[in-house]
């Protein structure tokens, strides 16, 4: 049984949701990769080469984001919808790692991290994921589609030029966008 390796994400997606199990499978595959690639950059975002004494690896992160994706069953309607669920879903992971790490019976350790892509001086503090979340939160509650490209740059790392083929929108608003929702999140992280 070949694959056609010319279907989009959004065509397995569809499959997938009419109950097709080979594109189940390739969904799983293509998910499961993508979600390896961005686990590991969100871990080396957030701790760095300092990971001695984490309980969380990109192998965990992966497993446990995937497995929170398949409680979930939907029908995405396409592959921006995916990527906005699979975001979600994940900073929900590590919030929640973040929080249980926090805890005082677990040492309180504020789980630091810096973000990608975001012009800050050179002796800014880390940010914590909760400030992150809040602030995004806050981004999406002005402006949804700025939100969405932060999380598409920053927890996926995808390009400009992706994020708006992605969105469906010009290079130039994109570049825009970003351009604003990096200033407005460096002075909402620092205020």
Known sequence: MGRAVDKTLTQWLHEASDGSPEAFEEVATRVYVELERVAARQLWQRFGGAQAGLTLDTASLVHETFLKLLEAPRDFENRRHFYA??????????LDYTRGRAAAKRGGDQVRLTLSGMAAPADASPTSILDLNRSLERLEGLDPRKAEIVKLRVLWGLELQEIADLLGIS??????????????LTAALMA
Do not use: C, G, N, P
């Open 171 to 184: 290079l130039r608003t994109t570049e825009r966008d970003w351009s604003f929702s990096r200033r407005w």
């Open 85 to 94: 669920f699979a975001s979600k879903v994940m900073l929900r992971v590590l």
